[in-house]
Structure formats: C-alpha cells, structure tokens
C-alpha cells in the first residue's frame, strides 16, 4: 500500500516487553509524597488503587491522566522533583530495541513519515529523554504522549492529534503498529488505519477493554514489518 506514516505505540513496542513488579513501582512513588505524617505502605497502597482507577477512566472512557493526577487521587500531596527514584524503577524497563533505528532509518528513506502515539501519565520530557539516550529522536516526525492531550487510545480524537503531528491528514494511508488489540488495533481501526500487531506483551487483564481488533498484519520482530507493509 501506499503510506504517508507510520505511527507506533511505545511500550512493548518500541520496547520489548518486561513483566513489572507494581507493588515495588507503588513504593518508588510512595518516596515523593510529601504529606505530612504519611505511612510509606499505606501510600503505597494509595497509590496503587489510585493507578488502577486512573487506567480504567483510560480503558472505559479515554480520559487521559498525568502522574499529578495519579497522586491527586490516591489523596496525597507529592512533589515533581522526589520522582527520581520512580524514574530509577523504570529506566531498566524503557531501553529501546536495537531493530528500531534500522527500521525507522528505512521508512525515512521511503520517504514514509515516523510517528509515535502512546498512552502514558509520565510527561513529554521523560519520553523524550528516553528516545535521546538511545539515539532514535533524530528519526521522529512527530510525537504525541496522551499526558499532553485530553484523550487516550483508543479514541478516534488520540489518533488524529498524531497524525496532525507528524504532518499528514488521510488515516487510510498511515498504519499504527501496536501489542494491544484493544487500544491499539481496534483503535487505529475507529478513525480509518491500518493496524498492525505485535503480539509479544502480557497485557493485564483489566487492561484488556471492551473489545479486540483484528489486525491487517501480523509481526513478532520490528525487522519484519516492511515486509508486511508491503502487503497491506
């Protein structure tokens, strides 16, 4: 087919995937509260059923949230800069695949744009940081991080703020590559795209949503999808 983008989701992804302890993530964040008098594992556990009901308004409603809110919900004040030790937990988790700079270096050169669309509470600048550490920015047409814009995916709104972009109008030439059939195929799917799955992560039950996408193409490694963008 003929392409204008591609849009990848990041986590599992971009990053191949890694099975989380959330108990120890919860307690990393729990090292930011600021509350006075607070318990460290009573905040943990705040914090970790705030978590849940943050990803559920992303599930069931598609109402974006920031890591301001997460703490606004678990009751608790926080400040920004005590984040490093959250930041610390996750860094082993975020390194990006070696096959991504190869694969975006080649759909540069096909003159196909490269975009990104993630769900994700944590700001623009840490996403950015991460994708400038591992020397893959440079090949980023455009950018979207659900913290930064109302909705989340699936929703047609999250999709159409990352086409805008990365400069490009008409859904039906651009493909978003994605590991959730919900969030991902499905919604790609609503507003007119093709989708294309990686079917590598352990999606969390309650993370699964309402429905399931069929995907127009199937990939278990990045080194494979020009291929099966040629079939679409």
């Known amino acids: 087919m003929d392409l204008d983008a591609v849009i990848f989701d990041w986590g599992g992804t971009l990053t191949r995937w890694h099975d989380v302890d959330f108990h120890a993530e919860s307690l990393a964040l729990a090292s930011a509260v600021t509350t006075t008098g607070h318990d460290p594992e009573q905040s943990r556990a705040a ?6 009901v ?3 308004r992303s599930r069931d409603h598609q109402q974006s949230s920031t890591i301001a809110d997460l703490f606004h919900e678990a009751g608790l ?13 996750w860094e082993p988790h975020t390194f990006t695949d070696p096959e991504v700079r ?18 994700t509470i944590w700001p623009r600048a840490w996403h950015v940081a991460i994708f400038e550490r591992d020397g893959v920015y440079d090949l980023i047409d455009g ?16 999709f ?6 990365v400069g490009v109008t008409d859904p039906a ?38 429905a399931e996408g069929t995907p127009d193409g199937v990939v278990r490694t990045l080194s494979e999808l020009p291929q099966v963008l040629a079939s679409l």
């Open 47 to 52: 914090l970790h059923e705030a978590g849940q």
């Open 173 to 210: 030439r651009c493909v978003y590559v994605g590991d959730r059939l919900f969030d991902d195929i499905w919604g790609a799917h609503q507003v007119g795209m093709r989708a294309v799955h990686i079917p590598l992560s352990d999606i969390p039950p309650a993370q699964l949503g309402h």
């Open 143 to 158: 950018d979207i991080y659900t913290s930064e814009i109302p909705w989340t995916k699936p929703s047609p709104l999250a």
């Open 160 to 165: 159409r703020a990352a086409m805008e972009a």
């Open 77 to 89: 004040d926080h400040d920004p800069a005590l984040l490093a030790a959250y930041r610390d937990f």
């Open 54 to 56: 943050i990803w559920g």
């Open 102 to 119: 190869p694969l975006l270096e080649r759909l540069r050169a096909d003159g196909v744009r490269v975009g990104i669309l993630s769900n």
